[in-house]
């Protein structure tokens, strides 16, 4: 963890070095770091955050869409529609590493806004869509077209590399990705808010959904520019005095100082990095119960025997109940430097919502059961995607490899919400077995994997320690050669 609250340190205790008498050394030396962190926070957090809210919000709006008319108005069957948001994430797992390839070639305040603005405008032409063709369409065009929201959320996780230290990402991480709860609580109310328009140019208010949020994302979007900053060195906000700070807090544990120019080397040795794929396959264990959990959770709830409208409001308190978890789970495992026990035991709690779910027989006669379950099934499942989708953020040293390791751990793990696209069927329902049945297989088995993947670690921590002693300064290391390097020591 960082020091206390307020407490001052010098470039000197930053970076170990000797103290020097010169001006700029000396203005360096009262900076108070607590408070350049929370002006770091107040700057960067929102500013992404409420892109990754809207992002979200457009992503899985369609789940609010359907039970407001969508599929009776574009004349498709439960099936077809499976089908629909199944080609999205087909094309949001083929354009992850891409998308984190060109984030290194260009700017976060150029590529992250302009990845949004395309995405809302996409978002909001499937409000006029009439027919399955168009349906479809737009949900490939979602997933394919100018590799839109696929690099967002590597491409801040590799973002916020270049500003914290280690130890200081995973929390920040965490209150980014609990932007998703919000958006799926916001969601909610505004369906509940929009779904009241139906006869206002259409029949159905389900376009509007589409419509005004696309808008809106669109308008946050391309305001963005003025809000997003790019890297240290060049950021306005800062003194050169403050620059300077960070440089040193930098290098003292990460690689976030060195200039580091793309090279395919890098990129090719994180594909051989086993523990790379095991980061994917930890995030693979979540997506399936995640995003099942926000494209289906209206009708999970609607079937409980709720209307329409009721349903949308239903949907609020168990994603603010997530946020609550997620923020509380970051604090303790940032605090007690412990990764895979919180994700796994986070992963258990929501595996007892959905045993909940499938051990109520009778979900119209006792929906209240069931709306129990949905609570330990959100409360569980974002704390646990947060943390395991930061491991990799605090574990890879390597720009390159760090930012391709990112979008590996997307990619592998979006194949489970391809999967999960198509277990929720109109005929399941009010149950619903097989889609609860195996969220609760995945969140078991990512358990298992956290566990392994924690051991792993925590033995080549040992094995190094054998060989050579941990290193603070990587920034300032000639000869620095990764996370591959004795010297670097894994976060579990």
Known sequence: MAEKKGEKKTVDDVAGGDSGASDSETAVSQINEGALLRKLDLRLLPAVGVLYLLSFLDRSNVGNARIEGLLTDVHMTGNQYLTGLTLYFVGYVLFEIPCNIILKRTTPRIWLPTLTIVWGIVATLTGIVHNLAGFLISRFFLGYVNLTESGLFPGVVFYFSMWYKRRERQYRISLFFSAASLAGAFGGILAYGIGRMRGVVWDNGWRWIFILEGILTVLVAASAYGFIHNYPDTSKFLSEDERKFIHQRLAADSDATRDERFTWTAVVEALKDPNCWLYGLGFHTMSL???????????????????AATAQLLTVPPYAFAFVTTASI??????LGQRAIFIGGSAIFAAIGYAILLGNTDPVGRPGVSYVGVFFSAGGIYPATALVLSWPAINVSGQTK???ANAMQISIGNLGAVLGTQLYRATDGPRFIVGHSLALAYLVANAVVVTILGIRLKRENERREAIAEEIKHVGEVVDWRGDSDPRW???Y
């Not at 959990?293 to 209307?307: D, H, K, R």
């Not at 970051?330 to 605090?335: D, F, G, K, M, Q």
Request: glycine fraction near 4%; proline fraction near 6%; aromatic fraction near 12%.
């Open 289 to 307: 119960p995640l995003y099942t959990l926000s494209l289906f959770l209206p009708t999970i709830i609607a079937n409980l025997g709720y209307t």
């Open 330 to 335: 970051a604090v303790l495992s940032e605090r």
């Open 402 to 404: 760090r930012a391709i």
């Open 489 to 491: 020591r894994f976060e």
